[in-house]
């Protein structure tokens, strides 16, 4: 495996991690979820819209804008729109854990739609990450005895969100041959984002507020999917997936010295889980690479 695809998207994972730390400041200047999901990606789309055009990558097939717009709806609509409603529906834990089931749907969908082998050491990272996912989020309430919220829609919409996220990487797979990564953004975020606007209510907002938005759209979206991808066009969507889901442990450790927020011991040891399956994806990787060195 090319380290540096490993290293592009575990740097995308660091910066969706802080996701929530940008979130936690414009919620708190009275802006709404979904007004933030509309901004992160309208912004982000201005900012794609200015690379592609420096790098005179503006322009696609007629026959793929089908493809590039039902992206947008899956992957910005969809996604931004079953995350937000599981959120409210399960919880934030319940719905990070439902979300993190996305290593889960792109092994499935690598070996059904990439052709990719699914093999034993695959199965078993995919396992370790959603248990460590599971241990980090739901911790604090299964150490303290509380309930955990079952609510069927939001379960549903939880699921939803892990599978139209798991979807980001069977696109970039199918398509990064073709476009260059702000190519695709330039036709899929504003798609995304014009279908989110009817639900919007939007609200004045303050110098800071704006800032912080512009900013979030620069790291969370420009900048994490740019890495992401060029992580992706190196190394297989499966191990990629699981690199990624080192995100809910940068969000769990920055809020831990931002706000004091503490991981529980199950939060321990699921992190523990998710840097052994990242150790165990880069093993195999360098393995398989030396195999194939071999044969060649």
Same mark, same amino acid.
């Given at each position: 495996?090319?380290?540096?695809?490993?290293?592009?998207?575990?740097?995308?994972?660091? /910066?969706?991690?802080?996701?929530?730390?940008?979130?936690? !400041?414009?919620?708190?200047?009275?802006?709404?979820?979904?007004?933030?999901?509309?901004?992160?990606?309208?912004?982000?789309?201005?900012?794609?819209?200015?690379?592609?055009?420096?790098?005179?990558?503006? #322009?696609?097939?007629?026959?793929?804008?089908?493809?590039?717009?039902?992206?947008?709806?899956?992957?910005?609509?969809?996604?931004?729109?079953?995350?937000?409603?599981?959120? #409210?529906?399960?919880? /934030?834990?319940?719905?990070?854990?439902?979300?993190? @089931?996305?290593?889960?749907?792109?092994? $499935?969908?690598?070996?059904?739609?990439?052709? !990719?082998? /699914?093999?034993?050491?695959?199965?078993?990272?995919?396992?370790?990450?959603?248990?460590?996912?599971?241990?980090?989020?739901?911790?604090?309430?299964?150490?303290?005895?509380?309930?955990?919220?079952?609510?069927?829609?939001?379960?549903?919409?939880?699921?939803?969100?892990? $599978? @139209?996220?798991?979807?980001?990487?069977?696109? +970039?797979?199918?398509?990064?041959?073709?476009?260059?990564?702000?190519?695709?953004?330039?036709?899929?975020?504003?798609?995304?984002?014009?279908?989110?606007?009817?639900?919007?209510?939007?609200?004045?907002?303050?110098?800071?507020?704006?800032?912080?938005?512009?900013?979030?759209?620069?790291?969370?979206?420009? +900048?994490?999917?740019?890495?992401?991808?060029?992580?992706?066009? #190196? /190394?297989?969507?499966?191990?990629?997936?699981?690199?990624?889901?080192? !995100?809910?442990?940068?969000?769990?450790?920055?809020?831990?010295?931002?706000?004091?927020?503490?991981?529980?011991?199950?939060?321990?040891?699921?992190?523990?889980?998710?840097?052994?399956?990242?150790?165990?994806?880069?093993?195999?990787?360098?393995?398989?690479?030396?195999?194939?060195?071999? !044969?060649?």
């Amino acid at each position: 495996m090319d380290i540096r695809g490993f290293l592009y998207v575990l740097a995308a994972a660091f /910066m969706w991690g802080v996701i929530g730390i940008f979130a936690k !400041e414009v919620l708190a200047e009275g802006v709404t979820a979904l007004e933030i999901a509309f901004w992160r990606a309208a912004l982000a789309w201005v900012m794609f819209v200015i690379h592609a055009a420096i790098q005179k990558e503006l #322009r696609v097939h007629r026959t793929d804008l089908p493809f590039l717009f039902g992206f947008g709806f899956i992957c910005v609509t969809l996604f931004y729109g079953s995350y937000q409603l599981a959120i #409210r529906d399960v919880g /934030m834990a319940m719905a990070a854990v439902l979300l993190y @089931t996305a290593p889960a749907w792109v092994a $499935f969908l690598s070996w059904l739609v990439l052709k !990719e082998e /699914m093999t034993p050491t695959k199965s078993i990272c995919v396992a370790m990450t959603i248990i460590g996912v599971s241990c980090i989020s739901l911790g604090p309430s299964l150490l303290s005895g509380g309930t955990i919220q079952l609510d069927s829609f939001g379960l549903i919409a939880g699921l939803v969100s892990g $599978f @139209t996220y798991a979807l980001y990487y069977i696109f +970039g797979k199918k398509y990064l041959h073709k476009y260059a990564t702000p190519t695709i953004f330039v036709y899929a975020l504003p798609f995304g984002a014009a279908l989110l606007f009817p639900f919007v209510e939007f609200h004045p907002k303050s110098a800071y507020a704006w800032s912080m938005l512009i900013s979030m759209a620069a790291v969370t979206a420009y +900048g994490a999917f740019n890495a992401y991808y060029a992580g992706l066009k #190196r /190394m297989e969507a499966t191990r990629a997936s699981v690199i990624a889901t080192f !995100e809910p442990m940068v969000a769990a450790v920055l809020a831990y010295i931002l706000f004091g927020e503490k991981f529980s011991l199950l939060g321990y040891v699921g992190s523990s889980l998710i840097i052994a399956a990242v150790f165990l994806v880069v093993l195999s990787g360098s393995k398989s690479s030396r195999a194939a060195g071999e !044969e060649a």
